[in-house]
């Protein structure tokens, strides 16, 4: 944003100038998914912006991950919190596998 010479608040923008459309963003995403031989959804705006919220959540409160995620109760926000398998196993592992 800082390289930008338009004062357009859009962070994507066309062309043109202009801020392109949920529509337009969902189509690039879908044909670079195609292009990597990515399954099918795999990138995805929701997709995205659900790995965003669970990576941030592990660097700031609760409070400002619901205010980034525009949510309006935390407990909905909640879910980004909770870790996945992967992690909970990573966990164990450090606490039971230290000693050996």
């Not at 941030?56 to 400002?64: D, E, G, I, Q, R």
């Not at 205010?67 to 990573?90: R, S």
Request: charged share 25%; proline share 5%.
């Amino acid at each position: 944003m800082r390289e930008r010479t338009d004062s357009n608040p859009a962070l994507f923008v066309s062309n043109r100038g202009q801020r392109i459309s949920v529509r337009n963003v969902q189509d690039i995403l879908s044909r670079l998914n195609d292009r990597c031989g990515f399954r099918k959804g795999t990138v995805h705006p929701h997709v995205l912006r659900h790995s965003f919220l669970y990576q941030t959540a592990k660097k700031v409160p609760l409070t400002t991950l619901t205010q980034l995620a525009g949510h309006d109760d935390p407990k909905t926000t909640m879910i980004y919190t909770t870790p996945n398998l992967q992690e909970v196993g990573a966990k164990l592992d450090d606490l039971y596998l230290e000693d050996e």
